[in-house]
């Protein structure tokens, strides 16, 4: 890491050392931009993007989610090569269960949305069910929507491709950096502070998870949504059980199991909205709860992690991502809460916009200022209380 005296300016500073900060920053690099710097409060991996459940799928049920989505698994094969680093990308499929009819008509009408968008997805046939999903409960599953597609990624191997690119790339990343202030000339923001140091910018773009409210708050500027925060848990490793990634849309569960056999996901519980890491024990029972009843045989192991994390959510739950309308040069990427998944176009279409002036058309519905000009997004297909 670097340890000399912070600059005195950069071309453009990116707030947050996530998977979505250090993704802008590769594919700046990717893009041609030079003099990047990252800094970060916390220690690397330390927010969400270390803490999640890893899972990936292209398809949705409105067209803006999916059409991101599968820009974003486009992204993700190619990651390792441009890289040059494994970031182990499984294209182990993501099945998607619905337990009553109102959610296999939601999936039903999604799939057309899939289908005219290229997404390979398809409803299982009960003998596929049989094939693909052998260990399910089928008793509770009235419907499955599967995406051979989707999977899973490590976050250990995703993040170290990122910085490891970044740092041979001549990326300056900063740990244990806090932004505490931003300071605004006219209509444009114009340096970000480190306590006393300043730092002059031309562009600041702000992937600051959870904290992105006060980063909007630094700026003067108004940013829809907040700060929440959601648990996952490991389960001690057993044998093969569940092949492809799993969402159970009325559960609110997802999860997969891993090459070492640790079932690893969370199901959702409706909280008020609150900033902490603390895990919760109704949330663990909750989710051991929802595990054995759709995999019985998961009865049998036991509990060996639980942790929290925290994002930032937006009203409508869809990511924030663009240029703010209010103020010139200050970037977010925000409102994620597939924001590991989507990580990779959020990146290539960030930088565009950023290095190119090129606002791609998947971007657009996104844009900061949606819920006063086109509206709220409606996606059915997320799992999030
Ligand atoms: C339990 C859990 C399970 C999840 N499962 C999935 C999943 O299966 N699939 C999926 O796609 N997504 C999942 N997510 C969501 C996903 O993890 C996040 O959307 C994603 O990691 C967001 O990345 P980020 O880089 O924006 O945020 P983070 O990784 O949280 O990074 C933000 C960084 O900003 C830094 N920061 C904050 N304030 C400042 C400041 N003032 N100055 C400098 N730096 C600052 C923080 O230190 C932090 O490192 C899950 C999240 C959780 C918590």
Redesign the pocket.
């Known amino acids: 890491m670097n340890t000399l005296p912070l600059p005195k300016r950069a071309s453009v500073v990116i707030?947050?050392?996530?998977?979505?900060?250090l993704s802008v920053a590769f594919n700046l690099v990717e893009q041609g931009q030079k003099d990047i710097l990252v800094?970060?409060?916390?220690y690397w991996q330390?927010?969400?993007?270390g803490?999640?459940?890893?899972?990936?799928r292209p398809g949705f049920a409105s067209v803006a989610w999916t059409e991101l989505f599968v820009l974003t698994v486009n992204e993700w094969r190619s990651w390792s090569r441009r890289l040059g680093e494994n970031v182990m990308f499984t294209q182990r499929g993501y099945s998607v269960v619905s337990e009553t009819e109102k959610s296999e008509a939601m999936l039903r009408e999604g799939l057309k949305v899939q289908r005219s968008l290229g997404v390979n997805s398809w409803m299982l046939s009960r003998r596929e069910i049989d094939d693909l999903l052998p260990a399910i409960n089928k008793s509770r599953v009235q419907a499955v929507q599967h995406q051979p597609d989707g999977g899973v990624a490590p976050h250990h191997a995703v993040m170290k491709g990122l910085l490891a690119f970044c740092q041979r790339n001549g990326v300056d990343v900063r740990y244990r950096?806090?932004?505490s202030g931003l300071e605004r000339t006219g209509s444009r923001i114009s340096a970000v502070l480190v306590g006393d140091h300043r730092i002059e910018a031309d562009c600041v773009v702000s992937?600051?998870?959870?904290?992105n409210p006060?980063?909007a708050a630094m700026a003067e500027v108004p940013l829809n949504g907040f700060g929440m925060r959601?648990?996952?848990m490991a389960l001690e490793p057993t044998r093969p059980l569940i092949k492809p990634a799993i969402a159970l849309i009325d559960s609110l569960a997802?999860f997969h199991q891993t090459s070492r056999g640790e079932v690893v996901g969370?199901t959702e519980v409706p909280e008020r909205p609150r900033m902490s890491l603390k895990v919760d024990l109704p949330v663990m029972a909750n989710m051991a709860k929802v595990y054995l009843e759709m995999f019985p045989q998961l009865g049998e192991v036991r509990i060996l992690r639980h942790w929290a994390?925290?994002?930032h959510a937006s009203t409508d739950y869809a990511p924030l991502m663009g240029e703010h309308p209010d103020l010139k040069d200050l970037w977010f990427?925000a409102g994620?809460?597939?924001?590991?998944?989507?990580?990779p176009a959020a990146g290539r279409l960030l930088a565009k916009a950023i290095a190119k002036g090129h606002i791609d058309h998947r971007m657009k519905p996104f844009a900061l200022d949606r819920f006063e000009t086109t509206g709220p997004i409606v996606e059915g297909g997320i799992v999030l209380a």
């Open positions: 707030i947050g050392g996530g998977v979505q900060g800094l970060d409060a916390g330390g927010g969400a993007s803490r999640n459940g890893t899972l990936i950096t806090a932004i992937c600051a998870g959870p904290n006060d980063i959601i648990e996952a997802y969370g994390g925290q994002f990427s994620w809460s597939y924001g590991f998944a989507g990580a």
